[in-house]
């Protein structure tokens, strides 16, 4: 009896030792340190925030994301991005860093582009925001 007793609070307090996972909205997010998984808490653009997005081929063949932010999102990007001149930022999508740029010069334009550096499946990935953010008729009926 003793021995089930302590197993049960062992689990017990074990269960209620778990940490709980964190989720993370699907965006752009500052690096806050030298390696890519120390993200600011907060993205700083989130995908609700594209303006249209393209699936295209790079010069090596490589598939790519390409887009524009909303029109009034510019500013916060061209800020995000002087912000973090040599420095990272990350595009996480379904809790996972996709990409994490290094940030050469401010970006002006709004645009962007989401590559492929550790064999995620752009194309599959592209799907998924096409379909569940509509991207293409938002952008239509402007």
Not at 44 to 58: C, I, K, P, Q
Not at 103 to 117: K, L, M
């Amino acid at each position: 009896m003793k021995i089930s007793t302590i197993l049960f609070f062992c689990l017990l307090m074990t269960a209620c030792m778990q940490t709980k996972s964190f989720h993370r909205t699907n965006g752009w997010y500052y690096v806050t340190s030298q390696t890519t998984d120390s993200l600011s808490q907060t993205p700083f653009l989130t995908v609700m925030d594209f303006d249209s997005l393209r699936l295209e081929t790079d010069a090596f063949g490589h598939s790519v994301i390409t887009g524009v932010f909303l029109q009034d999102k510019l500013p916060i990007w061209r800020e995000a991005t002087t912000k973090s001149v040599g420095k990272y930022i990350a595009f996480v999508f379904n809790d996972t860093v996709i990409t994490a740029p290094q940030v050469n010069s401010p970006i002006e334009s709004g645009c962007f582009q989401i590559s492929n550096p550790h064999g995620y499946d752009l194309e599959r990935i592209f799907r998924e925001l096409q379909k569940k953010y509509s991207y293409d008729k938002r952008h239509i009926n402007k």
